[in-house]
């Protein structure tokens, strides 16, 4: 496994730790203990990697709540042009309706010919829009990245867009396709900051913590 392979992989991993702990503390707040639970699978008996999910469903908080790291590698099989893919995926789903769900997806792709590029996003997707919460969302990624915020509220815009609904999904995203600026340490420290602020962000959102307290009661 490469360098930047074991680096990506490094990253995804604090991430997954980072979002469950701060889940898990969400529902400690209003009075759940709460522990996520684990489950792995392997690619090919594990030759070709694997994954895990931290996962929560049911719960007085969380309706389906999933925090996912894959890695996977083929340089064993030289007919394929992939050499590695190594990425983080979450979707949180709150049980009240006024707590907006989101999804994250952060990934590194290694090919064998030495090309690589990042995919970057985040989404906010509330059932109940609320101004205040777009506002600090969009707000925390625009001062994390802000000379990539607008290319990439522009690709989320059109990657989120429901044609046979006539409307975006969600209210606010970030999204990078295909990224690479030919520095590995940078873009590598765009993934984890905008993965770390995303996190942050989204466990932070002032109303929460109050919207979850009322649903329970």
Request: charged share 25%.
């Amino acid at each position: 496994m490469s360098s930047f392979s074991d680096q990506s992989l490094k990253l995804v991993r604090d991430l997954q730790s980072l979002f469950v702990r701060g889940l898990e503390k969400v529902s400690q707040d209003v009075g759940e203990d709460v522990c996520f639970q684990k489950a792995e699978w392997l690619r090919d008996g594990g030759q070709h990697g694997g994954g895990d999910r931290f996962y929560c469903a049911g719960s007085k908080v969380f309706n389906r709540a999933a925090v996912n790291v894959s890695h996977i590698h083929y340089d064993d099989l030289p007919d394929k042009a992939l050499a590695s893919a190594t990425a983080i995926s979450t979707i949180i789903h709150p049980r009240n309706p006024h707590a907006p769900s989101v999804h994250m997806h952060i990934s590194w792709t290694a090919m064998k010919d030495g090309r690589g590029y990042w995919r970057i996003m985040a989404d906010l997707n509330p059932s109940i829009p609320n101004d205040a919460d777009k506002r600090t969302f969009v707000k925390a990624l625009q001062d994390t990245a802000p000379d990539l915020y607008q290319e990439a509220a522009n690709q989320g815009d059109k990657y989120f867009f429901i044609p046979a609904l006539n409307r975006r999904r969600g209210v606010a995203h970030f999204y990078l396709e295909g990224y690479c600026t030919n520095d590995f340490d940078k873009d590598l420290g765009l993934a984890r900051a905008i993965g770390e602020k995303t996190i942050e962000t989204y466990l932070c959102i002032p109303v929460s913590y109050t919207h979850l307290r009322a649903h329970e009661t």
